[in-house]
């Protein structure tokens, strides 16, 4: 459970970077939202140990929202399980955040520009998400944008339990006018799990992104009559989808959103009772961790 993957980078051809959050600051254990919040937004290096279920919940855009504004953050769930009523957003150029065993149950999908579960943007960077679980995101489940640059998720589960025609997980760039992201939204996904998405899984722009040796399976009852599109390279973008499994998926390497521009290798996969396309294309990039 080390950081690894693009957090722990700087930027597409820079250095490495030492992903540590809080550091060596003794730790805030909080059991309110309020000091959540509070703690999140201060300037100081803080390790904070989330103890119980806290937030009350969110619709659309009005409810609790974890704003995480400034660097230098380590915020866990204490015990298994932990839940956190209210989405995450990090933001302001915020960076060095690692963000631990949280689960985020969202109300259910639809097309409204919703809060996601958790939202990456403002040019923060060097985000590790490890160990936590997104559900039924109102408009996505966990999205990285605007300018937002080496991000790494490790172990998460992004999935779907209600069934809807909006059921889109993992977007990177949200628009592909968006000159704030070229050069950026570089993320790794490794070791994860998707459950029964309909798209975005993830959809890409901009970044050179790494999907490899996670899970993708599909479940009819939740995805019938939907299109259901798996990994999906489109504007300016580069993916090397790298040795997943991929079982009961309709279309698991989508290549509809290239415009052109996307590059999607695939490398070592593995296909179980999947339909549609499971063939790359082009040469995408060698990952320099």
């Known amino acids: 459970c080390q950081p690894i993957g693009w957090a722990t980078r700087e930027g597409r051809t820079g250095g490495e970077f030492n992903v540590t959050g809080g550091g060596n600051a003794v730790p805030d254990t909080v059991r309110t939202f309020s000091d959540l919040q509070k703690y999140a937004k201060d300037s100081s290096p803080r390790i904070i140990y989330i103890d119980g279920t806290l937030g009350d919940g969110w619709s659309g855009t009005s409810g609790s929202r974890l704003n995480i504004t400034a660097s230098n953050k380590t915020i866990i769930g204490l015990k298994p399980g932990t839940l956190l009523k209210a989405p995450i957003h990090i933001t302001n150029k915020a960076s060095n955040i690692i963000v631990r065993n949280i ?48 991000v790494t998720f490790t172990w998460c589960i992004f999935g779907y339990k209600k069934k809807s025609t909006h059921n889109l997980s993992n977007l990177i760039g949200s628009s592909d006018n968006e000159p704030v992201s070229e050069g950026k939204l570089n993320v790794t996904y490794m070791f994860n799990w998707w459950q029964a998405a309909n798209q975005r899984k993830p959809r890409c722009r901009y970044g050179n992104v790494h999907v490899v040796n996670n899970l993708l399976t599909g479940d009819a009852s939740i995805t019938n009559g ?64």
């Open 103 to 150: 689960v985020i149950q969202g109300p259910g999908s639809n097309a409204d520009q919703a809060w996601d579960n958790l939202t990456i943007e403002g040019e923060a960077k060097n985000i590790w998400i490890d160990h936590c679980e997104f559900w039924d995101g109102q408009d996505g489940n966990a999205d990285v944008v605007k300018g937002a640059d080496n």
């Open 226 to 289: 939907t299109d259901v599109l798996g990994v999906s390279a489109g504007h300016m973008c580069t993916v090397r989808t790298e040795r997943n499994v991929f079982i009961n998926e309709s279309n698991p390497i989508y290549t509809g959103n290239a415009n052109g521009t996307g590059v999607n290798e695939t490398i070592d996969n593995i296909f179980t009772n999947c339909s549609g396309n499971t063939k790359g294309t082009g040469t995408s990039f060698t990952p320099p961790y």
